[in-house]
């Protein structure tokens, strides 16, 4: 399983995004740089279709294979209280091979995508990644070189952590506390669930980009931009 919500930041604020998330994880980014190849089932396999997603690793000095499925996300209630989706996912290595393996069984390519930004990974109450990445569509097929971005001045973000049947609400709590630090830049939610972006953005991130040099850890930093933004008040 896996608890996951998703934004969207306008291009010129990402750097000031990278600022802050560098203040409040601690870590160093890691460059992104993913070929995603979206594969259905045909009606060979059943009736009920699936989809599986094959990811490359193009950063990698010898490309890295991944296949990964997304299955449904918790339902009920319960589940619709929450602010983060839960859903079940399934993933493995797998070989440079896999795309004719998934041929052969009878899938079709459905769409592709290059995913280019960066990563973060860290723990915060639940192990997180926050990814910020530009998607783009390939105009010729496989070709990552000549990728064109699907939404020019926006980029994707994302905040994905692992979690299990016996753990979810806590890390759901993780995730959710995490966001809230974030919230000046932009605004995080259940994917599929469009909220634009948000009129402090700006302002955050001209805090951001001015307070970038000087010390102090993240919650200093986010408390700053909060007075700042007119969000606090001494």
Request: net charge negative; with cysteine.
């Amino acid at each position: 399983m896996e608890c996951v919500v998703q934004g969207i930041i306008e291009t010129q604020h990402v750097e000031a995004l990278e600022i802050l998330l560098q203040g409040l994880c601690g870590v160093h980014r890691e460059r992104l740089r993913i070929h995603e190849l979206c594969l259905k089932s045909g009606p060979n396999l059943g009736l009920v279709a699936s989809e599986v997603r094959l990811l490359c690793d193009l950063e990698q000095t010898e490309p890295t294979w991944t296949v990964r499925h997304i299955g449904g996300a918790m339902r009920g209630a319960g589940a619709e209280q929450l602010s983060v989706l839960v859903r079940t996912l399934a993933e493995s290595k797998v070989s440079k091979n896999a795309l004719r393996l998934f041929y052969s069984l009878g899938y079709k390519l459905d769409h592709e995508l290059l995913r280019v930004g960066f990563a973060f990974h860290f723990q915060r109450g639940a192990q997180i990644t926050v990814t910020v990445s530009s998607v783009n569509k390939m105009l010729k097929l496989h070709a990552t070189d000549e990728a064109v971005p699907v939404t020019p001045g926006i980029q994707l973000v994302e905040v994905t952590a692992p979690a299990s049947s016996e753990n979810y609400t806590e890390v759901v709590a993780a995730v959710s506390s995490f966001c809230e630090y974030l919230a000046p830049l932009l605004h995080l939610s259940k994917p599929g669930v469009s909220t634009g972006v948000v009129p402090t953005a700006a302002a955050a991130a001209a805090s951001l980009m001015s307070d970038g040099d000087e010390d102090g850890d993240g919650k200093e930093v986010v408390w700053h931009i909060l007075l700042s933004c007119g969000l606090l008040q001494y």
